[in-house]
């Protein structure tokens, strides 16, 4: 005869103990390797495709070498054959002077339209996207575009001359305009990220300033004076120096527009470094070697401008 099994009688639900949780040390010790996790990968990204290739830079700067056989520590030899090259000088003269250029236009003009945008009350989306339109273009795209534009024959630039009665002009042909052509393409280019970010910037400004200055009698160019660039101070200077970081660096627009030419007149550094790598047979060594001069001289332009950023902040 079977005995029957005695059931164990289930506690009441108000007797239950809750199922346990993990301390809040265990779970911020999960949350920190969680975050850590994906900083050591963002880390590890960075160091492989940034500074791997800056540390590699600078040692191919003390070399001779082809990429394939067994390199050659040569010093400082890439340094003297860079410097003594008659193109050193040209290509370093066509890089200030394109700086110089590009910080009249791609500096001011942004500023000054992201101001009249911020003014319209009406269609202020639609212009806006108008106005950053050519940033999500290719770079290559917008490039041949204007050279159908530059065109001396049917280029749109010279049948606009010829339809207001002035003559035609070789825009890239001539060591006249070759460079301004460059600048311009360049800042057709890159305008609409620099005018969205003046427009944040000039959003942020409290509207009780402006009425204040209104009331005081001040017309829209003191208001500019007086309160806009004050109060955007601090962006502006950044901004410099993320223009004079960029186009020191030029290369796509002499490559593709000019190649270089005419007579070198739009020879840059950074298209220097390119024919020295890929167009005098492959010498990497004296590539890398003015590309660490180039680095050195925007490093210099980052210390002032953290400086400057540093002082105002006080």
Request: positive net charge; charged residues 15%.
């Amino acid at each position: 005869m079977d005995t029957p099994t005695v059931q164990a009688k289930r506690p009441p639900k108000s007797q239950r103990r809750p199922p346990a949780r993990p301390s809040r040390q265990r779970r911020t010790l999960r949350t920190n390797i969680t975050a850590y996790g994906f900083l050591c990968a963002a880390l590890f990204c960075f160091a492989l495709f940034a500074w791997w290739p800056i540390v590699r830079q600078v040692v191919l700067s003390f070399q001779e070498t082809n990429l394939v056989d067994e390199p050659t520590w040569v010093g400082l030899d890439n340094f003297r054959a860079v410097v003594e090259d008659p193109a050193f000088g040209q290509a370093w003269k066509n890089t200030f002077a394109f700086t110089f250029l590009a910080l009249l236009c791609g500096y001011v003009i942004p500023f000054v339209v992201a101001i009249v945008l911020n003014e319209l009350r009406h269609a202020r989306g639609y212009l806006r996207f108008v106005v950053y339109l050519p940033v999500m273009l290719p770079p290559i795209v917008s490039v041949l575009l204007f050279r159908w534009f530059y065109d001396p024959g049917p280029g749109l630039f010279n049948q606009l001359l010829d339809f207001v009665g002035l003559p035609g002009l070789s825009w890239l042909d001539s060591t006249d305009t070759a460079l301004i052509s460059l600048v311009i393409v360049s800042t057709w280019m890159n305008m609409g990220s620099g005018v969205l970010i003046y427009l944040a910037a000039l959003q942020n400004i409290p509207g009780e300033l402006y009425e204040a200055a209104e009331l005081d009698g001040a017309g829209i160019f003191r208001r500019i004076w007086n309160v806009t660039i004050p109060q955007t101070r601090l962006i502006l200077l950044l901004m410099l120096m993320l223009q004079v970081v960029a186009t020191m660096q030029v290369f796509i627009e002499p490559y593709m527009l000019t190649g270089g030419g005419p007579e070198n007149a739009t020879v840059t550094v950074a298209f220097l470094m390119y024919q020295y790598a890929f167009v005098y047979g492959g010498n990497y060594g004296a590539g890398s070697a003015l590309g660490v001069m180039l680095m050195v001289v925007l490093l210099a332009v980052a210390a002032v401008q953290l400086r400057l950023t540093r002082d105002e902040k006080r």
